[in-house]
């Protein structure tokens, strides 16, 4: 697999390389459109590839422990923010409320998804977007995707933090 080699957390490595032997998955993870998610900022320093495939690592893990439909949530989470543009910069007024349409319609265009699959990309921003998700692995993308949103925006003022600090010290006499 070409994609994301440059795994920040090692141990996902494994379960990235057991995800993508799943065709559906894999087909999404080589797709092209797909791949240009790596070229917009989500949130913090976090690509919206990386932060897709992130949720869709723990996402997977998750509904195999519960026993859910493993792949079906895996390609809900790739798929949930599936939208070309910087949020911050351009696209839509009120994005929170918008982006979840728009992923869907990409995904729809590109992907021939299935009743879990589409119901996780659309509800992922519950409760912003009123409408709960219907199924468990919809609600494991909902409950994943914040999680993940948690960690890039805590690693990105990490850094930042780490960055100012070390910035200070070069200037101390």
């Known amino acids: 697999m070409k994609i994301y080699s440059q795994i920040t957390y090692p141990y996902r490595k494994g379960l990235l390389q057991e995800m993508s032997q799943h065709p559906s998955i894999a087909e999404i993870l080589d797709n ?52 070309f543009y910087d949020w911050r910069t351009g696209g839509p007024r009120l994005h929170g409320f918008r982006h979840p349409a728009i992923a869907l319609a990409n995904a ?18 519950w409760p912003l977007t009123p409408v709960p998700p219907r ?9 994943a995707d914040k999680a993940v949103t948690c960690r890039d925006y805590r ?19």
Do not use: W
């Not at 897709?52 to 390609?75: E, N």
């Not at 690693?155 to 006499?173: E, H």
């Open 108 to 125: 729809r265009r590109l992907f021939t998804l299935n009743s879990i699959e589409e119901d996780a990309i659309l509800r992922h921003m």
């Open 32 to 83: 092209g459109e797909f791949r240009k998610l790596a070229r917009y900022r989500h949130h913090g320093f976090v690509s919206c590839l990386d932060h897709c495939i992130d949720v869709a690592l723990l996402t997977f893990s998750l509904a195999v422990k519960q026993g859910c439909d493993s792949v079906s949530a895996a390609r809900g989470a790739l798929l949930h923010d599936l939208f």
């Open 155 to 173: 690693d990105s003022v990490r850094g930042a933090v780490s960055a100012i600090k070390k910035s200070f010290q070069k200037t101390a006499p």
């Open 135 to 143: 199924y468990r692995e919809s609600m494991l993308v909902c409950y």
